[in-house]
T-cell receptor, first 109, second 114 residues
């Protein structure tokens, strides 16, 4: 699976949008972009995934650039409960997720 | 529906002992993967089982082993425990094993080796 690069940490004000970037310049055509988050001492939680089109669900939006070399996860109205480590993973039909260091998002009141 | 259940939640073992951890996937999920999480190494893939067969394996020594039963429940075993095996062990299940529907993780088993 392709390697991803994320900033180690970010802050966001409560109620504002949190935009978490991810670079995956070596992504191949059959690899999806997945986002998970892990709240302290819990198992990672699936957020969203996409291949080339932008995606939205009840939790977040995923914006993937046209060349697919980078993506942004958007939490439209961050709350204190969104404080977590966010992992961007590119993944093909194999069955292992390769986690990087992730971005530690701190939502502040 | 019930989530992924891992037992026990916490475990303390002594160096040299062996330990068995259990994971019950979501009903209907046939793929179970195991991960080790430590502060120094982050989340690392151990192995994945699908329909009772190990399909993928990470870069861990042979002391780490697993199996899957016909009801998709999985166990992992660590023999001859070392202090460095202290970690949060997570399992994840998915429907088809391709991951396109996303993986659901359990809350983990926190193993402490003393």
């Amino acid at each position: 699976d392709a390697k991803t690069t994320q900033p180690p940490s970010m802050d966001c004000a409560e109620g504002r949008a949190a935009n978490l970037p991810c670079n995956h310049s070596t992504i191949s055509g059959n690899e999806y972009v997945y986002w998970y988050r892990q709240i302290h001492s819990q198992g990672p939680q699936y957020i969203i995934h996409g291949l080339k089109n932008n995606e939205t669900n009840e939790m977040a939006s995923l914006i993937i650039t046209e060349d697919r070399k980078s993506s942004t996860l958007i939490l439209p109205h961050a709350t204190l409960r969104d404080t977590a480590v966010y992992y961007c993973i590119v993944h093909n039909a194999g069955n292992m997720l390769t986690f990087g260091g992730g971005t530690r998002l701190m939502v502040k009141p | 529906k019930a989530g992924v259940t891992q037992t026990p939640r916490y475990l303390i073992k002594t160096r040299g002992q062996q330990v068995t951890l259990s994971c019950s996937p979501i009903s209907g999920h046939r793929s179970v993967s195991w991960y080790q999480q430590t502060p120094g190494q982050g989340l690392q893939f151990l192995f994945e089982y699908f329909s009772e067969t190990q399909r993928n394996k990470g870069n861990f020594p042979g002391r780490f082993s697993g199996r899957q039963f016909s009801n998709s429940r999985s166990e992992m075993n660590v023999s001859t425990l070392e202090l460095g095996d202290s970690a949060l062990y997570l399992c994840a299940s998915s429907e088809t094993g391709t991951g396109f529907s996303g993986y659901t993780f359990g809350s983990g088993t926190r193993l402490t080796v003393v």
